[in-house]
Structure formats: structure tokens, C-alpha cells
């Protein structure tokens, strides 16, 4: 998978693109990053300390006020007479969330993540989303906005990135401007029926019989 970090674009520090440079204001961004990179070689030594769990175990840990000073979701449920305020465990409920969590602590004390791909952009923009991790989530759907997404990504952004409106309307973009290609792909076949929904709900112009034929093919592949 081609690797993006995004600090090889631009260096994100505490929210802040840092430039080198003599000027005090940089210094102070500078020592603000020694700092926070030694919090992060440090942070599951802190009494104060917050635990993705999934899987059975601790995935990562994070300082308490890093965590909630990046996402007002973790924010609450350490603050309000929630389980996770008691346990200072936070359960991870996907997979996908157990693969991302390594690079949404290092966002937060401001080290370089690496965008491998597609895919793991997808994944890490759902996390920001649900966590409200704002910074992050901007930074995964701008990625994702400069890619030449093929027809299976454009469905993909459709089904599972609904609340990131321009990326759904990029994604339909493509797909209605060559809708009988869409039907012919393998990807089409993998849709799921929600997706499917919506598709043939958006009104495609190309013919009630295409569409008709399009469904039916997609339906025997799913029995």
C-alpha cells in the first residue's frame, strides 16, 4: 500500500502548521513538541491515564486531558456518570477501530501518522467522526478528496462516509457520469443492500431497464 504521512505534506503540531524558524512563537511550538513526544514515550507510566480496550486487552493508552482536549466525545464520557468515567477503559467496538487507535495516540500528542492507503484513511476518518476528533477527521477527508477514487471507493464513500458531504458528493459525481460502468462492476456486486437503496433511489440516468437489470444481477449474487 502507498504510504502518506502527513507530515511529509506539512508537519501537524498541536493543531498548528510549524514552519523552521528563529521567531519565538516557533521556538515555544517547538519545546510544545519535545514536550508532548516525551508525554507519549511516557503516558502509560501516568497515574492519569486512559485505555482503549478491544479484543481482551489494552490496544493504547493515552494521557486523560490529551485525549479529551482533542475529542469532546471521550471529554464527556470521562466527565459524566458514564462507565468508562469509573474505569478509565474506553471499549473499542470494530476491528477496524482496534487498527487505527496506534495512530489516532499519536495524533494526539501531535507525532506523524502515516495514511496507508485508501483504506486506512476510510478507517481513521469513521474513528474522528464517531469520537468527533475534528483536526483528524479534516485531515483524513482532505487525503481522501485528492485521490482518484475508483467506482468501488465511490460506493464505498456512499455507504460508510454519509456524514462527510462533500465526498459523497464528489463520489456521485463519478458514478453518474458513467453510470452503466458502475452496473458492470465487480464492485457493484459487493454493494450492500443499503448502498444498493440508495443508488437506484438517486434516480441515474440511464433507463429504467438498465437499472431493472442491474438489480436483479446484484440480487442473484447475493443467494
Known sequence: AQAFSFQSCYRI?????????SDPQRLLSANLIALFADLYEHRQDSDDCIHFMGGGRAVDSSHTWVAA???PVIRKMLTSPMLEAS????????SDDIDVVPAV???FYGLSVEL???QNAVQLLKFAEFYDISALRDQCSAW????????????????????DKFLVARAWSLLESSPSELFDSDAWLEC??????????RGLDCGEMVIFKAVLIWHEHQV
Not at 482518484?148 to 462516509?161: C, P, R
Open 192 to 201: 450492500s443492500a443499503d448502498t444498493v437503496h440508495t443508488i437506484v433511489g
Open 87 to 94: 474505569t478509565r477503559q474506553i471499549q473499542l467496538s470494530s
Open 105 to 107: 495516540i499519536r495524533f
Open 13 to 21: 503540531r498541536l493543531g498548528e502548521m510549524v514552519a523552521e524558524s
Open 69 to 71: 482536549l482533542h475529542s
Open 144 to 163: 481522501i478528496a485528492m485521490q482518484d477514487v475508483t467506482v468501488a471507493e465511490s460506493f464505498q464513500i456512499i455507504g460508510e462516509l454519509p456524514f
Open 116 to 118: 496507508c492507503g485508501f
